[in-house]
């Protein structure tokens, strides 16, 4: 196997192991999360964020999305093929139905990616 064919096929298998993380949710069952009957009855009681807490948590995504968008802005343009692929990997689990947060979220990351391009022209 020539060492193009290896590389291909080395990202192909981490691509794959993170996607198949990403499906199960970082180790629910086949059904989604918590599908264990014994689990479910030991669920807790989760509060309600309170208005500060949903404040903090939107500052937090802008700036992650912002230090994405740096460095998407600094990436290759193989990296940033595979940023704009990778949105096409936001799915249901199989029997599902797409529900719009999750064709918002695809969207959003391919968008991402277009607003780090306005750096990477001012270069």
């Not at 198949?20 to 989604?32: I, K, L, Q």
């Not at 460095?71 to 940033?80: C, G, R």
Request: charged share 25%; aromatic share 4%.
């Amino acid at each position: 196997m020539s060492r193009e064919n290896s590389d291909i096929s080395s990202e192909w298998n981490l691509r794959q192991r993170a996607l198949s993380r990403w499906d199960n949710e970082g180790g629910a069952g086949p059904d989604g999360p918590d599908s264990d009957p014994a689990r479910q009855t030991e669920r807790i009681a989760i509060p309600d964020l309170t208005n500060a807490e949903l404040v903090t948590l939107r500052v937090r995504v802008i700036a992650l999305e912002n230090l994405m968008i740096s460095i998407l802005a600094t990436a290759s343009d193989d990296q940033l093929r595979l940023a704009r692929e990778m949105a096409g990997y936001i799915s249901p689990r199989p029997g599902f139905t797409l529900h719009p947060l999750t064709i918002h979220a695809a969207a959003h990351m391919v968008d991402l990616v277009e607003r780090a391009n306005h750096f990477r022209d001012s270069e």
